[in-house]
T-cell receptor, first 114, second 115 residues
Framework: QKEVEQNSGPLSVPEGAIASLNCTYS??????FFWYRQYSGKSPELIMF????GDKEDGRFTAQLNKASQYVSLLIRDSQPSDSATYLC??????????????FGQGTTLQVKP | DGGITQSPKYLFRKEGQNVTLSCEQN?????MYWYRQDPGQGLRLIYY???????QKGDIAEGYSVSREKKESFPLTVTSAQKNPTAFYLC??????????????FGQGTRLTVV
């Protein structure tokens, strides 16, 4: 079982719709979770991070964390073609101490169609 | 402008050659990281360094070496012992360790291809 798992997609949504990206993790002790956006051939850029159970909103993006179910999601409202990218979910493992290590999922490719 | 600079952007390696990827940052960050990304895969940690003259192996360190002689620089050498080096290599840095959880900034990456 992969430590951080994502459906590789592609996930295709029409412009203006809500895109829902999901991620599960196996390390129950993980405390911090991160969503990165990566355009093809480019480096990842951080969209959001979340520590606490529940929702965290930033503009069109909402991260949701459910530690009991070991589940993290990212919702993108009013999806735009410019949101088309690969979205990487990352978790900080419980044994990472102060190293800043992250475990990444394989990413979900999102396609927003005009 | 502050940031992380990786060079070269593209690198071709012959079988049996060692090659060195450069990573320089002017953000005054203490921690630096090297990741490898294969097609359709997430990032995997190769090496990391939290302070000058100290570094630790990540999850896939075999066939790689690093040095951290200066705070600004964290070069990665891909040795001939790395049997499948073709990948996208990303360098990252972070200002402070957790739990402050400051954002990790990534360089633009180096795409290494074995020819």
């Amino acid at each position: 079982q992969k430590e951080v798992e994502q459906n590789s997609g592609p996930l295709s949504v029409p412009e203006g719709a809500i895109a829902s990206l999901n991620c599960t993790y196996s390390d129950r002790g993980s405390q911090s979770f991160f969503w990165y956006r990566q355009y093809s051939g480019k480096s990842p850029e951080l969209i959001m991070f979340i520590y606490s159970n529940g929702d965290k909103e930033d503009g069109r993006f909402t991260a949701q964390l459910n530690k009991a179910s070991q589940y993290v999601s990212l919702l993108i409202r009013d999806s735009q073609p410019s949101d088309s990218a690969t979205y990487l979910c990352a978790a900080r493992p419980s044994n990472s101490g102060n190293t800043g290590k992250l475990i990444f999922g394989q990413g979900t490719t999102l396609q927003v169609k005009p | 402008d502050g940031g992380i600079t990786q060079s070269p952007k593209y690198l071709f390696r012959k079988e049996g050659q060692n090659v060195t990827l450069s990573c320089e940052q002017n953000l005054n960050h203490d921690a630096m990281y090297w990741y490898r990304q294969d097609p359709g895969q997430g990032l995997r940690l190769i090496y990391y360094s939290q302070i000058v003259n100290d570094f630790q192996k990540g999850d896939i360190a075999e066939g790689y070496s690093v040095s951290r002689e200066k705070k600004e620089s964290f070069p990665l050498t891909v040795t001939s012992a790395q049997k499948n080096p073709t990948a996208f290599y990303l360098c990252a840095s972070r200002r402070a360790p957790p739990p402050l959880d400051t954002e990790a900034f990534f360089g633009q990456g180096t795409r290494l291809t074995v020819v």
